[in-house]
């Protein structure tokens, strides 16, 4: 196999921090002091020995240079994180307005660079931005629990007008992943949980899709209309938009639990 990275030579420090974050353990240092690539077929292309690197003396042929991203120096506060985290509420109220794709483009590109088991990036996403077709997700899953006897109540819930499966809301979005993949539930949860946030700091307003994701794992025809791929499952989901009321303070939670060892 060629070797994917190049170290130029006349730019390395001989620091030998490209080896040190290198999760792989692929780079070593050579008697010069100059990293070299030992373990070739280790790779898991996270991009961290380029990334680190301050001489930019390092490229890597499966990782485009112009695909990396400048790092920003205007980070919040710790207060400031903290406040959008914990002012974080679930909406279940929205606008009657429709996100505008370029939002959700935005949201899926800070999605898609959250962790995943060994940098695999394995996850499969479905928009659905239209509020008929939203509409008729949560028609399916109604039928779903109406077929299997579930929920008297949500049943009533629904005949008389009220969405309990997606509130209404103008857009979803699924994290799908293999279904052979044994790390997809956690991936997509943290890849959601990333796009939660940016919402949130976009002024969106976020619900996880509970009833939704349930229904699409045992329900065939809501799998179809949400046309998840062959060899795919659906892990998880979010309903998004505008929202329609603004919380002004943060609810108080449980005493935390917690062992300290």
Aim: charged share 20%; with cysteine; proline share 6%.
């Amino acid at each position: 196999m060629m070797n994917q990275i190049t170290v130029d030579r006349s730019l390395c420090k001989r620091d030998g921090v490209c080896v040190a974050v290198c999760p792989s353990r692929t780079l070593a240092l050579n008697e010069e002091g100059f990293p070299e690539e030992v373990l070739q077929d280790k790779c898991i292309l996270c991009g961290h020995c380029v990334a680190v690197c301050a001489s930019h003396a390092l490229t890597h042929s499966g990782l485009p240079e112009e695909d990396f991203l400048p790092i920003s120096k205007d980070l919040p506060t710790p207060a400031m994180m903290d406040g959008l985290l914990m002012s974080r509420r679930s909406v279940r109220t929205f606008k009657d307005r429709p996100v505008a794709r370029e939002a959700l483009e935005e949201l899926l590109d800070v999605a898609r660079r959250a962790p995943t088991a060994s940098n695999s990036q394995k996850l499969h996403w479905i928009v659905v931005g239209d509020t008929a077709k939203v509409h008729a997700l949560s028609q399916e899953s109604v039928n779903w629990i109406r077929s299997s006897g579930n929920s008297t109540a949500m049943l009533e819930s629904w005949k008389s007008g009220y969405d309990f499966v997606l509130r209404g809301a103008p857009a979803v979005v699924m994290a799908c992943a293999p279904v052979d993949y044994d790390w997809g539930k956690q991936d997509c949860a943290i890849a959601l949980t990333f796009l939660e946030l940016a919402a949130e700091a976009r002024g969106l307003g976020v619900c996880w899709a509970g009833y939704l994701t349930r229904v699409a794992a045992v329900h065939a025809p809501l799998r179809q209309a949400l046309s998840v791929p062959e060899g795919y499952v659906v892990c998880g989901g979010l309903m998004l938009g505008e929202r329609k009321y603004s919380y002004r303070r943060i609810p108080p939670r449980k005493p935390l639990s917690v062992q300290w060892n």
